[in-house]
């Protein structure tokens, strides 16, 4: 089983967009506005989050591009396009699946489909959520995205692919069911036991620290007794 597949999340404050799951310290919920929570993944290599608009897919991703409003195209699974004086349709290679495409981009559809079929294959994955399981997706596989409504005022992307459809993962539950091997350390906190180095147990509550890094984290009483068991082993 490959524990170590490249995750597309973008950067904290910075410019790349993937971290490797070995590099994995711990994840925390996290809640930057006050209608929605996502999770906030603490690496040795920078801090990650998940994507949750199309801009960020568009910036990491080469191959996907917008054809039109509320869509974001991947270019390499585009299998045949359409065009007429309204704009076009684009096709989907072993499918009738298709999107629509605005007509500034129908002028050269053509162009954007070749270049997009001699870049190489995207190897990177997306943590996403569908039918309430969780996991790690092949974004190579995506057809097109589009924008899904999870709840008032609160929307996240949509990944349309051969075998139907996914949304990005948003809560700590989700992606302990991604990485199923983290350790829920509080009903927050995931942590990877392989980097732990250690706890600091006061009167009042336990932290536990990591290799290779200043982060620490809290861990339920519990929790912390359960864990002593697992790495005595």
């Not at 290599?45 to 917008?66: C, I, K, R, Y």
């Not at 396009?81 to 298709?98: I, L, P, R, S, W």
Request: aromatic share 14%.
């Amino acid at each position: 089983m490959d524990n170590n597949k490249e995750v597309f999340a973008p950067e904290i404050n910075g410019p790349r967009f993937s971290f490797f799951e070995s590099d994995i310290v711990a994840i925390e919920r996290w809640i930057p506005k006050s209608n929605y929570e996502i999770p906030y993944f603490i690496t040795t290599d920078g801090n990650f989050t998940v994507p949750t608009t199309h801009g960020e897919f568009a910036d990491g991703f080469p191959d996907f591009l917008s054809l039109d409003t509320g869509n974001l195209v991947n270019l390499k699974n585009v299998s045949r396009g359409e065009t007429a004086d309204y704009g076009g349709k684009v096709f989907f290679k072993g499918t009738d699946m298709y999107t629509s495409v605005n007509k500034l981009n129908s002028t050269n559809l053509s162009d954007l489909i070749e270049a997009a079929h001699k870049r190489p294959t995207d190897r990177r994955f997306i943590i996403g959520t569908v039918n309430s399981k969780s996991g790690l997706f092949p974004a190579k596989d995506v057809y097109y995205m589009d924008m899904w409504g999870a709840k008032k005022n609160y929307h996240v992307p949509r990944f349309h692919h051969m075998g139907g459809l996914y949304v990005v993962a948003l809560t700590i539950r989700q992606c302990q069911e991604a990485f199923p091997y983290l350790y829920p350390a509080t009903p927050g906190h995931l942590i990877n036991l392989s980097r732990v180095a250690g706890f600091e147990e006061h009167s009042y509550d336990t932290i536990v620290r990591f290799k290779d890094t200043d982060y620490t984290c809290p861990i339920s009483g519990p929790k912390h007794r359960a864990l002593k068991k697992i790495l005595k082993k």
